[in-house]
């Protein structure tokens, strides 16, 4: 079996102590508030601080990873003599996965010798994590760097995104709503259902009325779609508002009588399109 190491990018949203717990690398997307040069990783700013900045009307523009980015993290893992399998951020939603694939070819001519598998997991935020963790579990049980890449590519077309936003102003900003709609939203308290759909794109399902309404409707989609409900293999996350994100947990807690495999914070790369308030729930499902 080869010796090979999973990489992901930051915009799985899992904290760098868990990868590095699970022997992942990452590569490092950036963010800066508008108008300014000076770039941010996610680390670089807790969640609370880049949320409250938002709130008090700080606009974050993000870039996604480039060839060299990966190039530079991609060749010292070749020199070590390690195989690559990279899991990126979904291409219907930025090109890092596309960067991270042209940096693969270039190597892949310098160190012959070597493979790596690059694959477009068509997720976001912790449904990207999701995968690095599923692929992580796999890799532990013995699975060499090609069967963990066919178990990752059969999960994906049943890997389930649903969310919903406090503030539609910020889905306006990145063109995801359009500025009538975001203003009637707010004016109507109405709150959007997303989910990232078989091809990686966002799409808008439904709308509800309020917050409460907006939690029940996405433990529904759990109710209706998961492939084991009972089993309680779902993770939350959340645009600093954990209250929020424990009030879906004890949804789904109350009916399955199982708690969230993992709850994180929806990081500043993901979080300046989304803003705060941001609510997701992801879990394997009967289709996307």
């Not at 645009?239 to 399955?256: Q, R, S």
Request: some cysteine; charged content about 20%; hydrophobic content about 40%.
């Amino acid at each position: 079996m080869s010796n090979y190491v999973i990489i992901t990018d930051s915009s799985c949203d899992l904290a760098p102590e868990t990868l590095k717990e699970w022997s992942v690398e990452s590569i490092n997307l950036t963010f800066h508030l508008d108008g300014s040069s000076q770039e941010y990783i996610n680390s670089d700013m807790p969640s609370g601080v880049f949320y409250q900045r938002m709130r008090e009307g700080s606009v974050f523009k993000t870039a996604a990873a480039n060839m060299e980015d990966f190039c530079q993290v991609f060749e010292q893992k070749l020199q070590e003599g390690v195989d690559i399998l990279y899991l990126g951020f979904s291409s219907g939603l930025s090109n890092t996965v596309c960067a991270g694939q042209m940096a693969a070819t270039e190597l892949m001519e310098k160190y012959p010798e070597r493979r790596i598998t690059v694959i477009d997991t068509l997720c976001a935020s912790a449904g990207q994590g999701m995968v690095v963790y599923l692929a992580v579990q796999k890799k532990q049980s013995g699975a060499s760097m090609e069967e963990v890449a066919a178990y990752v590519n059969g999960l994906l077309p049943n890997l389930c995104h649903w969310f919903t936003v406090d503030d539609l102003v910020y889905l306006k900003r990145g063109g995801r709503v359009s500025a009538a709609t975001a203003l009637l939203g707010g004016i109507l308290n109405i709150k959007p259902i997303l989910h990232v759909d078989d091809e990686g794109h966002l799409i808008s399902m439904s709308k509800v009325r309020g917050r409460r309404q907006s939690i029940q409707a996405l433990a529904q989609k759990y109710v209706e779609t998961a492939l084991n409900p009972e089993e309680g293999f779902y993770f939350i996350c959340h645009g600093d508002c954990i209250d929020d994100a424990k009030a879906l947990e004890n949804c789904l807690f109350e009916k399955y009588g199982a708690k969230a495999t993992m709850i994180v914070d929806v990081g500043p790369v993901i979080g300046s399109h989304s803003g705060p308030g941001t609510l997701a729930l992801f879990f394997l499902g009967k289709n996307r």
